[in-house]
């Protein structure tokens, strides 16, 4: 078991290689330097000039090169300095330690995602199963219905959708930013109850297209395995309907859902930037957004590789998980 | 071919789907007949209208009509869906063939680039490229089609790999056919079901991955309308006009969700494990 944890480790390294080299080949070799954007700004700019800031980013030499720099200070887990104007280091942006950790980007995105995903996982698995056990019901179809809507809608819709009703017209609930203007006066719990009711909106946004996919994976895997022998016999010894679904047949069904979590950590990191830029929360995504926009070369990296470790720690997590429900893989 | 289509009749679900794909296609395509206004054409005098009797769904902020902005919108979601997929169905199936054909170290070294591929977080990765390379239709097309095609191999890979060791490919092998030739000939015609369902599928996902580039910003750039960019417009007058929100994202949720009924549809029908079974 620990040997096997360790070759996955292992593996990481070169995946995540890949995925370094790849997007930084991408970019770099996308038309448009970010000293167009600096000319563009200054049209006075004189060609030297332009040269010479080329020169002190590191942009005129081979790209290869180029990587082999930014990968020597990667392994000293430094990002680089951002191309804008406040100059400052990738990591102090994304990761503040002068904030406390409330306000710090990465830690902002890490939780809503974190937040979703376990609303997924606590609402996705009951629909799922219910919908299982009551096949061909009216539950069954109705919840099929919502999950074929759910597939197909647009999440900054659904985000529109919902400022419209819960923001403006029944000015329930708060459509941007993570807290109120008066947040510093208001008492600890008022400060608890602010926060919670920012992030209702935004949590409900980004878990619900996942919730959709789970509840309809969840459905089907415990559709095929209440079909297994294993199952019937359970049922034939005479247990109770609950006690067959929920202790022999729930383990196995659950299986693959924690895989398909492990594969759903691009996704919902991917819609960060989105729904980050429709509440205005100043998250990793949001950053990522601003970067691209003004070519930011190491910030666009920086990011991309923590989105990168993100996902594939997700990953890993996800396998171990599976190692522990699954004693088949524990014995390998 | 004729059992299938039969199966597929019966799916009255995916039927009304398909006759709804195709409603969309003529809508779209007969945009500059049906289209009550020209979609550029500013209107000063009728900003921010509400849906009425001279405009259906109401206007802009520079009052052009949404409703004709929104059926020329409909040619740029449904073009962006289908030439993404072809770009994306053409890579996969190529990869996915030498893959699974010639295996080994081969197989192996695509695998894991594949792997590679499915860990990025696509979406940042191709706001970043569009952002650098400015957005045009074209650029969006190519890059959702270049970082979609992961799907697409691992499906073909696998038919491949069960295709493969089959008597009549055995039987072209001892023939002296070439490989191009099993490949293209006797192997590709017959893994092609799996991949046309996941194209139709395929469209879905690209039409809401280009929406929500043009929602950003980074998408089909105005003045030419598509629904995304007509969001933005809602969010920018959220307070004020409400059909600049709620009938672009209608029509994406619409035409994803036929796709979608289609695409599911057609695996059913062409999966022979639930043929003979309700459905």
Known sequence: MITYLIKRLLEMIPTLFGITLISFFIIHLAPGKPTDILTELNPKITPEAREKLEKYYGLDKPIIVQYGMWLKRIVKLDFGESFST???????????????????????????NLLSMFIILIIAIPIGILSATHQYSLYD????????????????????????????????????????????SLPLLGKIWDRVRHLILPVFVSAFTGLAADSRFMRSSMLEVIRQDYVTAARAKGLPETKVIYRHALKNALLPIITLMGLSVPGLIGGSVIFENIFGIPGMGQLFYMSVMTRDYPL?????????????????????????ADPRIRAK | MNLFWQRFKRNRLAVTGGIMVLALFFAGALAPVVSPFNPNDIDRKHILEPPGISHPLGTDDLGRDVLSRMLYGSRISLSVGFIAVGI?????????????????????IIMRVIDIMLSIP?????????????????????????????????LVRAEFLSLKEREFVLAAKALGASNMRIIFKHIMINSMAPVFVSAVLGVASAILVESALSFLGLGVQPPTPSWGNILTLGKDNIEIAWWLSVFPGLAILITVLVYNLVGEGLRDALDPRLWGSKG
């Open chain 1, 86 to 112: 406040d100059r400052r280091p990738v990591m102090e942006k994304i990761w503040d330690t002068k904030q406390p950790l409330l306000e710090r980007r990465l830690f902002i995105t890490f939780m809503l």
């Open chain 1, 141 to 184: 179809k109705i919840t099929t219905v919502i999950v074929f809507i759910g597939f197909a809608m647009p999440s900054f819709w659904l985000a529109l959708l919902l400022m419209m009703l819960f923001g403006i017209h029944f000015d329930w609930l708060p459509i941007s930013g993570l807290k109120s203007m008066n947040y510093d």
């Open chain 1, 300 to 324: 666009v990296m920086g990011i991309l590789t923590i989105g990168a470790i993100l996902t594939l720690s997700g990953n890993l997590l996800s396998d171990i998980g599976y190692m522990f």
């Open chain 2, 88 to 108: 994306a169905t053409v890579i996969g199936v190529i990869i996915g063939a030498v893959s699974g054909y010639y295996g080994r170290w081969t197989d192996r």
């Open chain 2, 122 to 154: 696509t979406f940042f990765l191709i706001l970043a490229v569009i952002a650098f390379v400015g957005p045009s239709i074209w650029n969006i097309m190519i890059i959702i089609g270049l970082t979609s095609w992961m799907g697409v191999a691992r």
